[in-house]
């Protein structure tokens, strides 16, 4: 499967395109090397620079972030000691 939106960032690994409730969204996960900290997932949803969700930190709120972190986790780029860390106050 291809992503359905571009996405420029060269940290980024393309994880998987979903459908929920008739809207396109592509799932990636940002290696540390790119951001502040820990990898972090992300969930574009249009081709506009703004068009995105991120924060693994947010994944226990946000659905999208939920399901793109489990797939980094399918992966092995996320582990779930880390999902773990980001979510236990949050649940």
């Known amino acids: 499967m291809e992503p359905e939106y571009k996405h420029n960032c060269p940290g980024c690994t393309y994880l998987n395109t979903i459908e929920q409730h008739s809207k396109v969204y592509d799932l990636y996960y940002c290696t540390p090397s790119q ?9 574009r949803k249009g081709n506009e ?3 995105y969700l991120m924060g693994t930190e947010f994944a226990g709120f946000n659905p999208l972030l939920s399901i793109a972190a489990i797939h980094a986790i ?4 996320l582990s779930i000691e880390e999902l773990k860390w980001y979510i ?3 649940i």
């Open 74 to 77: 399918a992966k092995d780029l």
């Open 35 to 43: 951001v502040v900290g820990p990898g972090t997932v992300v969930v």
């Open 49 to 51: 620079p703004s068009d």
């Open 88 to 90: 236990a106050d949050k």
